[in-house]
């Protein structure tokens, strides 16, 4: 898409995707690409310990 596709769009009602689980291995797998690899993501046992109760996912991930 150009630029000038992506400024139609600008106040138009766009529609979301289907809905997908984020499981653990997906977390993992975003970790390794992204070279973020903090505890809070990865690591379940952890992350339980914390205010969380378990891992989260990125932004990015979840966008």
Do not use: C
């Not at 400024?7 to 977390?27: C, K, V």
């Amino acid at each position: 898409m150009t630029d000038y596709a992506y400024a139609a769009t600008i106040g138009q009602t766009l529609q979301p995707s289907d809905w997908f689980l984020i499981e653990q291995s997906r977390i993992n797998q975003f970790a390794d690409v992204t070279l973020d690899h903090q505890y809070i993501h990865i690591d379940p046992e952890r992350a339980a310990q914390t205010d969380l109760g378990g891992t989260i996912a990125r932004g990015f991930l979840k966008l």
